[in-house]
């Protein structure tokens, strides 16, 4: 950079793709010196998870809108790959940045990076600071008496609202300062966003996600705007209607920080100020269940690949066979809720938290597969595939996790399919094969005709399988 010019500010954006309520930005705003916005593909970082694919995909149009949105602003956005420590480094060495800023990160290996960032800039006499950005609830800052984490959900919670209110949202910076520029007027060089082949080709795969979410700010505030104005007054029986659009469908947004929590808390105050509804109490809590599982991960960085209670280490995986599992990937399982379950998963990125529940039961509980297998399908498929939410999640499914559910309780997917879509119209909108059966058939269909229409017979009895697996769990018990 020309030695001459002023010194400049450097934004490292993460999982904070946005510019409203992003403390990081509005500090280097206030600062009015040169700004250079990066955002750093860092697949190099020992332990740092690589993305999936359905990630990649949300992830390349997530850059492009904030590309477009920080330009309106005045700014750029730079974009970098690599270890992370070694861009930031070589960045604020070549613009000769004073300051660097960025939202706080909880995972295990990115704290260490992140650390590594301060440390060296310490050293080297440049200012970094971190600001609290992504979760409402920063895990060391809720403890329980005896000063530990929790370990289960209600108590945490409790402690959460207990403490003071999440701050009020910050308003999107309206013009940010220009990026610094070398002696020829350049700004730094970076890379272009295709180069980076975050999108599927051959085949391309993505066609239903682009048809089901729009990523972006834009996007999630309009996600954000349609469920305040609908489904958030009846979201206690909505949520568990998968036929209907009775949740957020906020969770890809959070994931990639498009949106904050902050906001939508508050947003959430302002539409129902007074007396909220219960419903709006339940909606929290599930942000809450969120915080919860960022807590968990915090305290086991290991959480996608160790059983939070290791007692669960001996017990008895059956590894399925590659066309029981692949019937599973693929929808073909023969159980129409589970199958309807996962091809909503390979056409849209995203499924519904009930039928989250009961297909990751029927791998874990009827397949007796061991849960990694199901989380690692999960975050190649999801667009929501979150480091904490994912795995704490499955773990809760299996019963090896923090507040789990009891491992004796396995999920039917018929009884579960007959009482949250009595009326079929999830499993016809993703079997299409079966939408001639009635109401009643349509849940057992290899007892009506279903086969005849092309669809699998049931890959294993479910009495059995569930005895198999609570004589499994009887096997761990006992020791
Ligand atoms: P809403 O019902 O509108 O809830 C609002 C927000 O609360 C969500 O966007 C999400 O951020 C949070 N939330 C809701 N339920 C949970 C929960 N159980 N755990 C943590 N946060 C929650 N959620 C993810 O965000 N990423 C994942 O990778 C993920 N994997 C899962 C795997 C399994 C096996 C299961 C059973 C659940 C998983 N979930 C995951 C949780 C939940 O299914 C989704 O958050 C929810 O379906 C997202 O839809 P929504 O935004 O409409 O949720």
Request: with cysteine; proline share 8%.
């Amino acid at each position: 950079m020309d030695s001459g010019s002023p010194s400049s500010t450097l934004v490292w954006l993460r999982d904070d793709l946005r510019l409203d309520d992003n403390p990081a930005l509005s500090e280097a705003a206030s600062l009015g010196q040169p700004l250079i916005v990066v955002y750093v593909l860092d697949e190099d970082s020992p332990g740092v998870r690589p993305l999936g694919g359905a990630t990649k995909w949300w992830l390349h149009h997530s850059l492009t809108d904030l590309a477009a949105a920080l330009e309106a602003a005045g700014s750029r956005l730079l974009l970098r790959r690599g270890p992370a420590t070694d861009i930031i480094r070589d960045l604020a060495l070549e613009t000769g940045a004073s300051t660097v800023l960025w939202n706080r990160r909880y995972g295990g290996p990115e704290r260490r990076v992140d650390a590594g960032v301060k440390d060296w800039a310490a050293e080297h006499g440049l200012k970094a600071a971190s600001f609290q950005a992504n979760l409402m609830f920063e895990p060391w800052t809720v403890r329980t008496g005896a000063g530990g984490p929790y370990k289960v959900f209600t108590p945490f919670w409790r402690a959460c609202l207990d403490g003071s209110e999440p701050r009020l949202p910050l308003d999107a910076p309206e013009r940010l300062p220009a990026p610094s520029t070398d002696a020829g007027g350049r700004p730094p060089a970076g890379d272009a966003l295709d180069s980076w082949r975050l999108l599927p080709r051959r085949p391309d795969w993505s066609g239903g996600l682009a048809t089901t979410w729009q990523p972006g700010e834009a996007g999630a505030w309009q996600r954000l705007a349609d469920f305040l104005d609908g489904p958030a007054e009846d979201y206690g029986t909505g949520r568990d209607v998968p036929g209907v659009e009775g949740t957020s469908r906020l969770s890809p947004h959070l994931r990639f920080g498009e949106i904050s929590p902050f906001r939508i808390w508050h947003a959430l105050r302002e539409r129902f100020p007074h007396s909220a509804p219960a419903d709006v109490g339940i909606f929290r809590s599930e942000l809450g269940w969120r915080e919860f599982c960022w807590q968990l991960l915090y305290e086991n960085p290991q959480l996608a690949t160790r059983n939070y209670r290791p007692e669960f280490d001996r017990f008895a995986w059956q590894a399925p066979s590659n066309a029981e599992l692949a019937a599973w990937q693929q929808g073909r399982t023969g159980y129409p809720l589970v199958d309807a379950g996962m091809r909503q998963l390979w056409q849209t990125g995203w499924m519904h938290n009930r039928v989250r529940m009961a297909a990751a039961s029927f791998l874990v509980k009827n397949l007796l597969a061991d849960w990694r297998l199901g989380e690692a399908w999960f975050w190649d498929t999801l667009v929501d595939a979150d480091a904490a939410s994912n795995p704490a999640n499955w773990q809760w499914v299996a019963g090896s996790g923090a507040d789990a559910s009891p491992y004796f309780r396995i999920f039917n997917p018929v009884t579960q399919s007959r009482k949250f879509d009595a009326g079929a119209r999830y499993l016809r909108e993703y079997l299409p094969e079966l939408s001639g059966l009635d109401d009643k058939a349509i849940h057992e269909p290899w007892k009506a005709g279903g086969l005849a229409a092309g669809y699998p017979e049931p890959i294993v009895g479910l009495p059995e399988s569930r005895a198999r697996a609570l004589e499994t769990y009887q096997r761990l018990k006992d020791g």
